[in-house]
């Protein structure tokens, strides 16, 4: 049978009585009529489930990586964390050489990255690290280029973070704060270079608003109009900081895909000039430069779901909006970049707003015509059923994009727009021969209230429903207490295939009991 893979962004299961659960508010009728007529169950996507720390939210990245490596991977955040807990991250060479280097010339080093400790992008225990590696190499000149957050924190939670900082530069006796800007500009990846370009500037130029005071900084930003800390504009608070062509930069984001631009808008990548002459002098934590040194690499997956259905000739279609197209496919093929022989992949441009609230369909009607038109029959094609893909991946962003946005009525309204899109696909593709997985990769338009009532941009700690929409298992049931590790088994279980043995989930079928 052929498969269609409908990953629902940012979609958990939250309390119907939660009067922040925008799913329940929008009452989507349809998605209700499924997980009545259908068997579905709940899928564990935070913490260890996804390769994180205990206790920490899932995410897009780990969860499409999870989904297609059909087993638990450690991800980068807790490979740092362990390397920081075991020391080695104190005796890493590449570190150890750029504090050498930079010694020998008498230049600075730049710590750039998010200050958070959600652990989503980056986490703030990486920045003190850093600092503390420094202070044990007895190095002084080190200048801070913080990324405010405001998405996966509290909207206006910066001045914590930034206070934990000036205590740590404090106590260590090293460590200037130069620079701070929103991840709006500094993290975009929908490629908006003119607000890259702003945080380049902002860095190399001293282009921004100017205080001497981070604290009183961020008050004066709020008082301008930057309503959270996601879009707070260019601040300098020492030019003595700004990075200089023969400094080093060391970038602790770890997440690869908000972390690209502004890397390659320092390296050179896909620029006719750049700003290193040496790749060096950008250091990166995770793989999201071709050219630059990368402290933590990311571990070979053999056997993904993606690279198993090429190897034995199936033909595959990936199709996201432009915000979730490197997850459908960089990420869901354990981050190999290149299609895998058969596989097709279809863009769909993402609205050009500031805030999805403003469009909270963003391209999600295009996305269904875009699949509807692949899923028609073609009576060339020599196989069974005359069906072009024998497995389709989907990612609607709705519901992570827009309830980012911490914008509940817009995220209603997009809940809305998702069980009209599934309303049209799902007769569809039942019609045209295929068994349908809807799940979800992480929580969040299910929870779109903190507790004091306050906005929640960020992602929930929810499990995440999954749901099997198919004929043939209609009395069947699917198995409680499992995670994102059982998708892919389950997908190549309705495709009649065995799993590879690199596989560690299981399918999530458990009665079979055809109709």
């Not at 710590?111 to 044990?136: P, R, T, W, Y």
């Not at 981070?214 to 709020?222: N, Q, V």
Request: with cysteine.
């Amino acid at each position: 049978m052929n498969s269609l893979l409908i990953i629902l962004d940012g979609f958990g299961e939250g309390d119907p009585k939660d009067p922040g659960n925008a799913q329940e508010i929008a009452d989507m009728k349809f998605y209700k009529s499924l997980k009545k007529n259908y068997p579905w169950t709940l899928l564990s996507c935070t913490g260890h489930a996804v390769g994180l720390p205990e206790r920490v939210m899932g995410n897009s990245e780990v969860g499409h990586f999870t989904m297609g490596a059909g087993r638990v991977v450690f991800q980068t955040l807790e490979m740092i964390n362990k390397s920081i807990r075991e020391k080695t991250f104190f005796e890493n060479k590449i570190f150890l050489n750029a504090i050498k280097k930079a010694k020998e010339n008498k230049t600075a080093i730049h710590l750039l990255g998010m200050i958070s400790d959600e652990g989503v992008h980056a986490h703030i225990n990486h920045l003190f690290a850093l600092l503390e590696l420094c202070k044990q190499e007895n190095f002084t000149n080190v200048w801070i280029h913080a990324i405010t957050d405001g998405r996966d924190v509290h909207e206006r939670s910066v001045k914590t973070y930034l206070h934990q900082i000036l205590e740590k530069t404090k106590d260590l006796g090293l460590g200037t704060i130069a620079t701070i800007i929103g991840r709006f500009y500094t993290m975009d990846r929908d490629t908006n270079w003119d607000r890259t370009k702003k945080a380049f500037e902002l860095m190399t130029k001293g282009i921004g608003f100017e205080s001497e005071d981070a604290l009183k900084a961020i008050d004066e930003a709020y008082e301008r109009g930057d309503e959270t800390d996601y879009y707070i504009q260019p601040i300098i608070l020492d030019k003595k900081g700004l990075i200089q062509k023969n400094d080093t930069v060391i970038f602790f984001n770890f997440r690869t895909d908000r972390a690209k631009q502004i890397s390659q808008m320092f390296n050179g990548e896909n620029f006719e000039t750049k700003y290193f002459e040496n790749p060096t002098q950008f250091i990166c934590f995770g793989p999201y430069s071709k050219i630059s040194p990368v402290i933590f690499p990311m571990t070979k997956v053999k056997n993904n779901l993606g690279e198993y259905l090429s190897n034995l000739g199936k033909k595959q279609l990936r199709i996201a909006e432009t915000e979730k197209y490197a997850h459908v496919t960089f990420f869901f093929n354990s981050q190999v970049k290149e299609p895998y022989k058969n596989e097709e992949r279809i863009l769909v441009n993402s609205p050009k707003c500031p805030s999805y609230a403003e469009k909270p369909e963003m391209s999600a009607y295009e996305l269904t015509e875009k699949i509807i038109e692949k899923l028609t029959p073609n009576p060339s094609l020599k196989k069974e059923g005359n069906n072009e893909f024998d497995f389709i991946a989907l990612n609607y962003a709705n519901g992570d994009l827009v309830g980012h946005s911490g914008d509940l009525n817009a995220t209603i309204k997009c809940c809305k727009v998702l069980d009209e899109c599934l309303a049209k696909l799902i007769p569809e593709a039942l019609k045209n021969g295929y068994e349908i997985l809807i799940t979800g990769d992480h929580g969040n338009c299910e929870d779109m209230l903190y507790p004091d009532g306050s906005a929640k941009p960020a992602h929930s700690m929810n499990k995440v429903p999954c749901l099997l929409i198919s004929d043939r298992f209609k009395n069947a049931q699917l198995k409680n207490g499992k995670s994102l590790q059982d998708i892919a088994p389950t997908i190549l279980e309705l495709m009649n295939l065995k799993k590879p043995k690199e596989m560690d989930g299981e399918s999530l079928i458990f009665f079979k009991f055809p109709q």
